[in-house]
């Protein structure tokens, strides 16, 4: 115990870094600083055809270049963004559990007709080991990202969350996700320009789970974002392509613990969610004002 008691000391005495912001134990989740600037948005063909050569390397075919997975990024080309602050990470089961124990708020979770229903290729089972019981996170996850979260469910966490005195929160938009996730020169991942999947929690090396956050200190951001790549997709406030009398969608960013390759988990690819869908592979991560 009097060891337990000292290491917490220990701890606690240490300062953040200057550029991370936290409002204090439970308070609020930790924010980077993303200063205000130019920065470099989007792909050109050549970082396009390279997430394509992963894929099909990763994959063995190259379905992802024959359903154009990549074309519809944004064109290269420079972005001014006024400073914000991001969370350090995605919003994890035990910071979203603050939530739940203060509202009605729904806990994650979804149910087996409606899992059916969006046509996914992961068995219902997959989501057991995700979905919450008596309103709690499921043992030993507090600190993974929190998932079965549709837009709607993160949205009204950051709203509960914008009434505890610690600032204003809300979903970052892309651009504000991908100049935290890549920082401002332009490289296809949040650590250069090669892909490395010891620096990721994806299909390459990974679990095949979600994991603690903030684990793959060489996957970091110039700006110090952590699991901009793989482990979930995070929702954004951005809205993607709808087709005339369909659900609205989201963009999502980032890749998941299911995907390989990994040409998705580069900042500049982007792809859209129904704004009611729970999925294992998505959470989110925030922005304070």
Known sequence: MQFVQALLAMLISVPAPAHIASAGPGA????????AGDFIAGSDQAERDAAYNLDQAAYGHDRTRKWGWYDDE???????LPAFAITRTAITNRQYAAFIAATVHPAPDVSRDVWRGYGLIHPYKSTRRHAWRDRRPPPGRAEHPVVLVSHRDAVAYATWLSGQGAGTWRLPNELEWEKAARGSDGRRFPWGNDYNARYLNS???GPFDTLPVGRFAGGASPFGLMDAAGQVFEWTAT?????????????VKGGSWDDKGCGICRPAARHSRPVALKHILIGFRLVRE
């Open 239 to 251: 809205l993607g392509k709808t087709k005339t009398g369909a659900k609205q969608r989201y963009l």
């Open 28 to 35: 609020a989740p930790e924010t980077i600083a993303i200063p």
């Open 74 to 80: 944004r064109p290269r080309r420079g972005h001014y």
């Open 203 to 205: 299909h390459d090396t």
